[in-house]
């Protein structure tokens, strides 16, 4: 990598306290929107949970699409079978759920930091490097040239979803299978590959008229599909091709911007999975969303939910509970962080100001960071007030039931403390005192 330094003035300086003060004040706006609207989605989603465990059928094994259950959110386990899925450009073809292309081309990417200089100004950086990437960078923005990335890229990162249908006669709407995951690599044959493109198309087009068939109708029942190597028709001239990958570089050579890697990944078909979704009259499975007859408001959200394994329906609403719980409470972190941001880039305008006496010997420095720990410490204690007041309002609006209960037990135990303290301090401000012992004559 390569780095290069620019040096800024005081102008600049003052132009990004000013900056700095209507960013924090947007994200102060944006941390008690955030706050306000998560606690609320997270009474939602609990709440279509429960009503989903109250809700669902069990379909058992062995269960059709005709044998129940339509219109209503059901809970089915069976294998799933997917199609032959290729690619169409290099002709990989495989009997899988999902199908990933991911290519990648070493372009160079622009990285800026700042550092704050001493008598006002910031010292800018920019630092260059090269990197794998499946997008196009785009050079024209650099600030500094000799760093031209490719016009356009020449392959891009693509995926393929097959029409996975489950035994019984179920099938799988696309959005429950854009969340199947556990991709494998594709190992790859390039052994009977061409390097022409009309060449490439025939055995392309012949390989997908053997799969229309039925000749890889085993295929797509055997999850060990993929541990076998695929073959692939078509490799452009001047690429050499390995067992995990394509690549335009030559083997044991250091690439160039601009050379490519192409691998494949794939979700193996044969697998058993477990669904737990809404069954409609075909025996298509989506997702459910529960009657507005049982919600509060119309927004509740919907279950879709689909797993590798005979995962029973009680797991499986109990890991979509899990995962709104962890969501809640990181959107809380990211809006508590943004509160504090929020108060510290309000304060920007303070910094700058303190900053210009840094030059001063001893003192000046001593003041710029007292001050700056000062702020620092301020934020914080206005960012924690501010996220845990709105945290507390929501509750107020969502769980007014719970808030109530909460705010009740907090007033409770005050209560028995302050009790506490003040029959302690009645006890020890009246205790009786001992007699005074008179003395006794000697004999």
């Not at 600049?12 to 306000?36: I, K, P, R, T």
């Not at 160079?108 to 910031?122: A, C, F, I, N, P």
């Not at 997008?135 to 891009?156: A, Q």
């Not at 972190?333 to 509160?339: F, N, P």
Request: net charge positive; charged share 20%.
């Amino acid at each position: 990598s390569r780095r290069y330094a620019r040096r800024g003035g005081p102008g600049g300086a003052v132009q990004n306290a000013c900056a700095a003060f209507f960013v924090g004040a947007l994200m102060l706006v944006g941390s008690a929107v955030l706050l306000w609207w998560n606690e609320g989605t997270a009474v939602e989603r609990y709440e279509t949970l429960e009503l989903a465990r109250r809700e669902v059928l069990e379909l058992g094994e062995g269960a059709r699409a005709g044998s129940g259950g339509r219109g209503r959110l059901v809970h089915v386990t069976a294998v799933a079978s997917g199609e032959v899925l290729d690619d169409g450009t290099f002709g990989v073809a495989v009997p899988a759920l999902r199908l990933r292309r991911d290519a990648q081309t070493l372009q160079w990417v622009e990285k800026t930091s700042e550092r704050k200089r001493q008598g006002g100004g910031r010292d800018v950086t920019y630092s260059y490097s090269r990197q794998w990437r499946g997008e196009r960078v785009r050079s024209e923005g650099f600030h500094r040239g000799g760093y031209d990335n490719p016009v356009s890229l020449r392959y891009s990162p693509a995926e393929w979803d097959a029409r996975v249908s489950l035994a019984g006669g179920f099938e799988l709407a696309p959005s429950l299978v854009q969340k199947l995951s556990g991709f494998q690599s594709v190992e790859l044959d390039a052994s009977e590959a061409s390097s022409q493109r009309e060449e490439a198309n025939g055995l392309i087009a012949a390989r997908r008229a053997a799969g229309a068939a039925g000749s890889d109708a085993v295929a797509l029942r055997d999850e060990r599909a993929l541990s076998r190597p695929t073959q692939v028709a078509y490799v452009p001239r001047g690429y050499s091709a390995s067992h995990s990958k394509l690549q335009s570089y030559r083997p044991g050579t250091e690439p160039e911007v601009g050379d490519v890697e192409v691998r494949f990944s794939a979700v193996p078909s044969g697998q058993v999975v477990s669904v737990l979704a809404k069954q409609d009259s075909s025996g298509k499975l989506s997702a459910w969303r529960p009657p507005a007859s049982k919600t509060r408001g119309s927004g509740a959200s919907s279950v879709a939910v689909v797993a590798f394994g005979d995962v029973s329906a009680a797991e499986l609403i109990a890991s979509e509970v899990t995962a709104n719980t962890i969501r809640t409470f990181v959107l809380r972190g990211v809006g508590t962080l943004l509160c504090f941001f929020g108060f510290l880039l309000l304060s920007s305008p303070i910094t700058t100001l303190v900053g210009v006496v840094e030059f001063v010997p001893i003192v000046g420095p001593m003041l710029s960071g007292l001050v700056g720990a000062g702020l620092c410490f301020a934020s914080l204690t206005l960012g924690l007030a501010m996220a845990t007041c709105t945290i507390a309002a929501a509750w107020i609006a969502h769980r007014p039931l719970f808030a109530t209960l909460a705010i009740g037990a907090a007033i409770a135990v005050l209560c028995m403390g302050s009790r506490t303290g003040h029959g302690a301090g009645r006890t020890t401000g009246h205790a009786p005192t001992a007699p005074p012992v008179e003395p006794t004559a000697a004999a």
